[in-house]
Every structure is written in structure tokens, then in C-alpha cells.
Nanobody, 117 residues
Framework: VNLVESGGGLVQAGGSLRLSCAASTVRFSINAIGWYRQAPGKERELVARVRKDRTPDYADSVKGRFTISRVKDTVYLQMNSLKIEDTAVYYC??????????????WGQGTQVTVSS
């Protein structure tokens, strides 16, 4: 599966950005899709994801500020009230596979989000 991300950029603290990730899938079952991020010197961490039953999970640090949504095989991350500490490379993530087969992790190329003071 190919994950194509868009929407990163530079924004001032308190501003908003919207990320999108389109999954190109053929005979592929998505079990979860969402976003991770990695800041310099830190480990990659889950930001938000949508499970197969469409229930969302959020990191505590973004609850109430970020909203994840999924339309078919595209996932969106609306990021409001951005903070400097949200600065990171954001990676689209997908867990899935051929129906009836094993699930695998897939990653996008990453998109930079920079929040300035």
C-alpha cells in the first residue's frame, strides 16, 4: 500500500493545520490508520489513529486539540491550538493486509510540521 501525505508546514503557536493521508489500496484491508510523529532527539509516538470499527485513539497530549477522521481510504488530522511542542515530522501509518492474511505496518514518507512562537 502506498501512503501519500500532504498538509504539513509552518504555523504560529495557536494556529491550525490539516494533514491528509491517502492510502492507495487494492485488495487490502485497513485495520487501523493514523498518524505518528517524531521530534528531534525523541522516539516516534502515536498521535492519533482510527481503528477498523472507526473508533479513534488520541495521545493525551493532543486530546481536545486534534481531531482525526477517515473518509474511505483517506485519513485527516485536523490540528488546532498548535503548540511549539507539536513540532515534529508527522508520519502516516497504516496497519493492514490482504483479507484473510497477516497484517503489516506501512509508513508514509513523513511531513514536517513546525510551530513557531
Amino acid at each position: 500500500v502506498n501512503l501519500v501525505e500532504s498538509g504539513g508546514g509552518l504555523v504560529q503557536a495557536g494556529g491550525s493545520l490539516r494533514l491528509s493521508c491517502a492510502a492507495s489500496t487494492v485488495r487490502f484491508s485497513i485495520n487501523a490508520i493514523g498518524w505518528y510523529r517524531q521530534a528531534p532527539g525523541k522516539e516516534r509516538e502515536l498521535v492519533a489513529r482510527v481503528r477498523k470499527d472507526r473508533t479513534p485513539d488520541y495521545a493525551d497530549s493532543v486530546k481536545g486539540r486534534f481531531t482525526i477522521s477517515r473518509v474511505k481510504d483517506t485519513v485527516y488530522l485536523q490540528m488546532n491550538s498548535l503548540k511549539i511542542e507539536d513540532t515534529a515530522v508527522y508520519y502516516c501509518y497504516c496497519l493492514g493486509g490482504i483479507p484473510g492474511g497477516n497484517d503489516y505496518d506501512y509508513w508514509g514518507q513523513g511531513t514536517q510540521v513546525t510551530v513557531s512562537s
